[in-house]
């Protein structure tokens, strides 16, 4: 079993990372960050959990 999810956790640090970025240089107000925080989230999650994937269904097949 999987105790801890690197998607989830590369995603939340880049998501604010990616926000914080587009506040500083845009000055978009943190009310607006809400909506591309949520696509870049949702990329890099589906993304990352892509690349998880084959990675674990391999190491449970030599196992």
């Known amino acids: 079993s999987l105790l801890f999810s690197w998607p989830a956790a590369l995603t939340w640090v880049f998501t604010l990372v990616a926000c914080w970025a587009i506040n500083a240089m845009w000055g978009l107000e943190i009310f607006f960050l809400g ?8 990329v890099l999650y589906v993304g990352l959990s892509a690349i998880q994937q084959p990675a674990r269904v391999r190491a449970a097949q030599e196992a």
Do not use: E, K, S
């Not at 909506?35 to 949702?42: D, E, S, V, Y």
């Open 35 to 42: 909506l591309p925080g949520w696509f870049i989230a949702t």
